[in-house]
Structure formats: C-alpha cells, structure tokens
C-alpha cells in the first residue's frame, strides 16, 4: 500500500516531468504500478543473487525454483526438468549437450549466435524438412542436442559455422545451385502439368466434336 506522502509526491514528480496534473486516484494507481514493478525487478534481483551464491558450493548446479524456459530451445522447465548452472536455466538435453561440448557454452549467453531449425522458415524461408536435407548433404552444419533416447531434441545452427545463413542476400554458391535446382525442377513440373491440362481439354474438344 503507497503512504498518502508518497502519493503526493507522485503527483509533484508527475507535473514536473510532463506539466499537468494528476488526480490523486491516478497517482495512487500509477505509483502502486511502479512500486509492483520495482517488487518484480528487486525480487528477480534477489533469486539471481541467491543462485549465484549457491553455485559457489554447488558447482554443478541445482534444479531450477519454478517455471522458466530453457535459454537454449526455449522448452518450459520446471523443478523437474529443469537445471540451473553457472551458464543459466536449462532443459536437461540441453545442459548435457553443454556439457560434452556438442554445442558451445556461448550458445547460453548469446541467443543471436545461433538459428533453431525451425527458425530457419521465417527468416530464409527454409522449411524444416528441406533444413535437415541440406543438413545431411552437408550444405547447412548442424550441432545435433538429443534426448535421453538419442532422438534429435534441437538442431542449433552457429551463425559462425553457417555464414551463408547470416546474411540471406549472400547465399553460398552451393545454397543458391540448391535452389537454382529446385527452382527448375518445380518450372518442369509446372510445365508437364500444363500439357497433361492442354491434352485433356483437347481430348474433351474432340470429343465433344465428334458428337455433333
Ligand atoms: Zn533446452
């Protein structure tokens, strides 16, 4: 609850900083905002402190203290399926992946290092099952983090590892023939379509014709 001096102030700071007044009931409301803001900030403040001062005896880390999402495939965690060490909160594939280095550790600090397979269709219009093609052919590099079964969980595509990936105007050569490819192959199909389409209709002409 905001003292009644507090509020006051509010409505002093309010019309120095955008000259007008505000009702004292907007004050209140907007200061309780502010100070419910500030309880987050502060509280979240005071978790990190926490942890980072628990990771100082617990080098390995803990479980995470509630709901997050992995820093590095974005899958809800929880108490259960989530651990939180010295590179942040993790999903447990990707805390082991970290671990024996099939992804580097800066994947966890920088989430601008790298494209997640499915990120590839709306920024290069590469759909995921094309992704995993070009993968296999050796076009894209992928860092594979799997889960307990040995099943793909994640593909992270290192920008550094992928520099055709960066700038979409400036496809490698092997990209662009990969397109240039398709692009014929799906031209053909068009064209065969429209002659299959031509002969048919010529097909219902005739006949058509032949019965008058
Ligand atoms: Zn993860």
């Keep these: 609850m905001l003292s009644d001096e507090a509020v006051k102030e509010f409505q002093e700071i309010y019309k120095k900083k955008f000259g007008k007044e505000i009702s004292y009931q907007d004050a209140y409301e907007s200061g309780q905002r502010l100070v419910n803001l500030f309880k987050i900030l502060w509280e979240s403040d005071r978790k990190d402190k926490q942890k980072q001062r628990r990771l100082k005896t617990e080098l390995d880390g803990f479980p995470v203290d509630g709901t997050y999402n992995c820093i590095v495939c974005h899958t809800y965690i929880n ?48 759909h995921p099952q094309t992704a995993r093609k070009l993968i296999r052919q050796g076009v894209l590099k992928a860092r594979i ?9 994640e593909y992270i595509l290192l920008k550094k590892e ?33 002659q299959k389409f031509r002969a048919e209709q010529e097909k219902l002409l005739k006949r058509a014709k032949s019965k008058n």
């Design 79 to 126: 108490e259960t399926t989530g651990w939180y060490d010295k590179y942040g909160q993790k999903c447990f594939p990707c805390r082991r992946a970290v671990k024996e280095k099939v992804i580097p550790a800066f994947v966890c600090k920088n989430s601008d290092s790298f494209y997640m397979i499915w990120q590839l269709k709306s920024y290069f219009n590469i």
């Design 145 to 153: 983090i799997t889960n307990d079964n040995g099943q793909p969980h």
């Design 162 to 194: 992928n520099p055709d990936l960066v700038d979409p105007e400036r496809r490698s050569s092997a990209l662009k023939s990969y397109h240039r490819n398709r692009d014929k192959v799906f031209k053909k199909q068009i064209k065969e379509d429209k």
